[in-house]
Each structure stands twice: as C-alpha cells, then as structure tokens.
C-alpha cells in the first residue's frame, strides 16, 4: 500500500506511520468513497501459536529474554512464554543445561542437553491441566545430536517413575512417542544429528478411534488408541525420562503443549509455523 508522504508514495509495508511526530503502528486504513468507509489496506497478520486456545506451556529458545543463564550458559530457568507461568527449572549447576547461541538449524539458537552430566529442567507442579477428560497436543523442535538413550522430555505424574505418562523418547535412532500411561508407543526411525519437528496428539476418553497419533514433519508415523486413567499429569521433565533415569544428548529449540487434541487445521498451523521459523521446510 503506498501513501502520499511529502509529496512522495511511499509503500507502506510494516505499518508504521509518522503522526504527529509520532510513529504509530496503524493495522487498518479506510477511505471514504461515495460516503462509505471502505478498507484499502490491512496490516498483514503474523501467526502466534497463542492465536490457538488451550496454550499452556511454550518454551522457545528464540527468545533469549526467555532464558535465565550465568555467564558460561548454564541455563537455570527457561520461562514459559504461554502467561501460565510454567517455566522450566534447574537449581543444580553441574545439572544445568546449555544455551547455545547458533546451534541449531541456519545458526539459530537452542538449549543442549548433556546426557553425561544428566542435564534437565523440570517443573514438579506444572499447570497444564491434562488428564483423560481434556486429551492433549505436544509440539517438540529438536535434534539429538549424539547417540544416546534418552527422553526429550516425559509429562506425567511421577517425576521419578518411567511409563508414567506422556514422554518423547528418543533410542539411538527409533524416536517414541508414548502416552498417557507411557505404553502404546508408536515409533519412526530417524537418523542421529538430524534435525526433527514431531506432533503428538491425545484425544480424550470420549475418542473411541485412533486417539493417540504421531507426526514427524507433519507426516502421519502411526496411530493407536490407548486408554487414559484419572490422573492429573501435572510433572514435567525436559532433556529426560525421569530425574535420575535416561538423559539425553539433544537441542532443544522450541517446545508447545496444549490440553486438548488439536484439529488437523489447528495442528497444520503450528506445525507450518515451525518448519518455517527453524528454516526446516
């Protein structure tokens, strides 16, 4: 869209303009023909994974203002960007994992985990709010960059028990997505330090077909349909299965929960966000 500004068009494509000395962000602009206001231009609008309800964690290493860290990158806090406050934590230093700056696809950043030291963070009282009533959808951006047997992360009710709940669990090439119970695995084979955008979805106990489906790339891996109990799976670990048990050799660089099963459109969305934002198309 282009303004007349001293004279001169100018093509407008971010949506700011002078008013007044001020620059104002101006998302619409109308022009009255024959009366009527009619629109001429539109902002065009950015896709947030927030613009789809039920977000209830996003950790996202593109946002460095996201991640407390020390001086060396230890990261002691990865912060929630959903406003639900369920940040990741580790309070241990030789537990802590790394913020790398370009570490991941076309020099972008992420979080490595280091399987030797046994990094994670956790949150032992996560508010995400799932259990067999609500279903579930989980996004994980990552690469496991080094052989190892570990767990990208697990979501559950025990954060010192395996086959608990909900995990991302990667084995020297097989990646596995288990949950709710942490059974019914349903698996693709990958290729180690290969970059990875995986899409878990759990419908509810109202679901009587396919309930449990994963996505690598946005492509179906396989689907079964386990069934949920009661429990409030409200313990999260990311980096491993468990606090003491199946650490992993990952980046990590972006990570999304819902607590509901997503449509395919909803699904398709985050998942085209992702491959574009990481350069991963």
């Excluded at 979805?201 to 396919?210: F, H, K, L, M």
Aim: aromatic share 12%; with cysteine.
């Amino acid at each position: 869209m282009k303004f007349g500004i001293g004279g001169v068009n100018k093509n407008i494509k971010s949506g700011l303009i002078g008013i007044g000395g001020v620059n104002k962000n101006i998302k619409e602009v109308y022009v009255g023909i024959g009366g009527v206001n009619k629109l001429v231009w539109q902002k065009p609008s950015v896709f947030s994974p927030a613009d789809i309800p039920n977000l209830k964690m996003w950790l996202d290493a593109n946002t460095e203002n996201s991640i407390i860290k020390d001086i060396n990158n230890r990261v002691s806090q990865w912060s929630d960007l959903s406003g639900n406050n369920n940040h990741a934590t580790q309070t241990v230093l030789t537990k802590q994992p790394i913020y790398v700056a370009d570490g991941f696809n076309n020099g972008k950043p992420c979080i490595r985990g280091v399987a030797s030291r046994s990094d994670h963070l956790i949150n032992p009282n996560i508010n995400v709010g799932i259990n067999g009533t609500t279903g579930a959808t989980i996004f994980t951006v990552y690469n496991h960059y080094l052989a190892s047997t570990g767990g990208a992360y697990a979501l559950s009710d025990n954060l010192t028990s395996v086959n608990r709940g909900f995990a991302l669990f990667t084995w020297n090439g097989t990646a596995y997505s288990k949950g709710p119970l942490g059974f019914s695995d349903i698996t693709f084979k990958y290729t180690i330090n290969t970059n990875m955008i995986t899409s878990q979805r759990w419908g509810s106990n109202a679901e009587t077909i396919d309930r449990h489906k994963f996505w690598h790339y946005g492509v179906l891996q396989g689907a079964n349909n386990p069934v949920w109990d009661t429990r409030l799976y409200n313990k999260f670990i990311i980096f491993a299965l468990t606090s003491n048990n199946y650490p992993t050799n990952s980046d990590i660089a972006e990570y999304i929960i819902f607590n509901r099963a997503l449509s395919d459109a909803d699904r398709q969305s985050i998942e085209n966000y992702l491959m574009s934002k990481w350069g991963l198309v």
